[in-house]
């Protein structure tokens, strides 16, 4: 997204180049596996504690690095954390690969067939041996079971194959900031610096924001 307070349209030839240099210099990240559950708590912790956490995580191998596709999962068990996510005695659960999951893997099913529905749940087996290192019985326990691919990804959230967002490898430069080649034009989101993610995105709005109000208008904010 972008945002601006420009009076005219200004060099948009040097914007629209600046532009596509910046598309060309990230990376793409890969996309998710999910698992969205609602489960009978009885006999669970009501809330955290060290050994049973709200959130944990589930490393297959680590020889193939953490990166590697399926071998690595996190599992989200917040209402540990508020118990008004659930309802009384349930607790629920989110099991996700943290963008590792290659979307070719998954380019050209068709989401109503059967293959497609067979390999959905053949891939998310590797999320449910991660819940499960925690919660043996947990699938005695579903009452609500939500399964996603790249595929759900890319429909719902409308990101071209299912990806998490762009991404530049540690080590070799950070994302572009703000502002670009047209005086008072703004680019925000997870294409900017500082990234992908929610808190990343929001920071990039209030970088943006600074960067339109002087420092003196924030001195006299805080007055």
């Not at 972008?2 to 990376?27: E, F, I, N, W, Y």
């Not at 049973?52 to 680590?62: I, Y």
């Amino acid at each position: 997204p972008a945002v601006g307070r420009a009076s005219q349209v200004g060099p948009l030839s040097a914007l629209a180049s600046q532009l596509r240099d910046r598309t060309r210099s990230v990376g793409r990240c890969s996309s998710f596996l999910h698992l969205h559950l609602g489960i009978d708590g009885t006999g669970l912790p009501s809330v955290a504690s060290e050994s049973f956490p709200a959130q944990w995580a589930v490393v297959e191998d680590w020889s193939v690095g953490v990166d590697a596709p399926r071998n690595t999962v996190l599992v989200s068990m917040a209402s540990l954390l508020d118990d008004s996510l659930a309802p009384p005695g349930c607790h629920v659960i989110h099991a996700y690969v943290p963008a590792t999951e290659p979307y070719e893997w998954w380019a050209g099913l068709e989401r109503t067939s059967a293959e497609y529905k067979h390999k959905k749940a053949e891939a998310v087996e590797v999320l449910w041996r991660a819940i499960e290192k925690q919660i043996p019985d947990v699938r005695s326990r579903v009452r609500i079971k939500l399964e996603a691919s790249p595929l759900t990804h890319e429909r719902f959230l409308r990101r071209d194959g299912g990806s998490y967002g762009p991404f530049i490898p540690a080590g070799q430069g950070q994302l572009a900031g703000q502002r670009t080649a047209l005086p008072g034009f703004l680019c925000v989101g997870d294409s900017t610096f500082p990234g992908i993610g929610m808190p990343a995105v929001a920071a990039s709005g209030l970088i943006a924001a600074n960067s339109l109000v002087g420092v003196r208008q924030h001195w006299a904010m805080l007055d």
